[in-house]
């Protein structure tokens, strides 16, 4: 049972215009959400994180939704660049198991000049 | 952010040898390392949770004899392959607890195994 779901494994976008990665999760226990990029043959990198006690957090370009309710998370990047090509990881987890986060298979972002 | 090597980035060997892969925390000190490997086009599955001066844990699956895990040090966690097979050819990946702020995981920049 996958417990971190990024149901588009692929979104392809026009640069300047607004790049939305989507992530569903079916654990009620999860209260931490973290989005990651990864290059080819890198490790990933943190882009940015949500309590769940918040429902939205901004960092410059990016940023982050929560919806508890739902149990959905998006995250949002605005304006997309061509650098911002990569794959992008949802993850969560819950506080008993700080630092142990569960992973969604990816989303791989295209973004064309 | 903290800064997670790996040694090697990339190796190949034959069937039957071991591999030993190296995890460093540069400039912090990581009393809980992770071993993930990557599938292709898959999310980074967990393997082990390594932590400093005790024994490793490893999630369902992975069996503990092949895939030997010692965390030795507050920088050096190494994952060693036992025995290499073709199907152990994967991309792996670790990453250390900053133990800071939100215990933010940083990555190492993966070792990509290829056994003949």
């Known amino acids: 049972d996958q417990q971190v779901k990024q149901n588009s494994p692929s979104l392809s976008v026009q640069e300047g215009r607004i790049s939305i990665l989507n992530c569903d999760y079916t654990n009620s226990m999860f209260d931490y959400f973290l989005w990651y990029k990864k290059y080819p043959a890198e490790g990933p990198t943190f882009l940015i994180s949500i309590s769940s006690i918040k429902d939205k957090n901004e960092d410059g370009r990016f940023t982050v939704f929560l919806n508890k309710s739902a149990k959905h998370l998006s995250l949002h990047i605005v304006p997309s660049q061509p650098g911002d090509s990569a794959v992008y990881f949802c993850?969560?987890?819950?506080?008993?198991?700080?630092?142990?986060?569960?992973f969604g298979d990816g989303t791989t972002l295209t973004v064309k000049p | 952010g903290a800064v997670v090597s790996q040694h090697p980035s990339r190796v190949i060997c034959k069937s039957g040898t071991s591999v030993k892969i190296e995890c460093r925390s540069l400039d912090f000190q990581a009393t809980t390392m992770f071993w993930y490997r990557q599938f292709p086009k898959k999310s980074l599955m967990l393997m082990a949770t390594s932590n400093e001066g005790s024994k490793a844990t490893y999630e369902q699956g992975v069996e503990k004899d092949k895939f030997l895990i010692n965390h030795a040090s507050l920088t050096l966690s190494t994952l060693t392959v036992t025995s290499a097979h073709p199907e152990d050819s994967s991309f792996y990946i670790c990453?250390?607890?900053?133990?800071?702020?939100?215990?933010?995981?940083?990555f190492g920049p993966g070792t990509r195994l290829t056994v003949l």
């Open positions: 993850a969560a987890r819950t506080n008993t198991n700080a630092g142990k986060s569960t």
């Open positions: 990453s250390a607890l900053s133990g800071s702020g939100h215990n933010e995981q940083f």
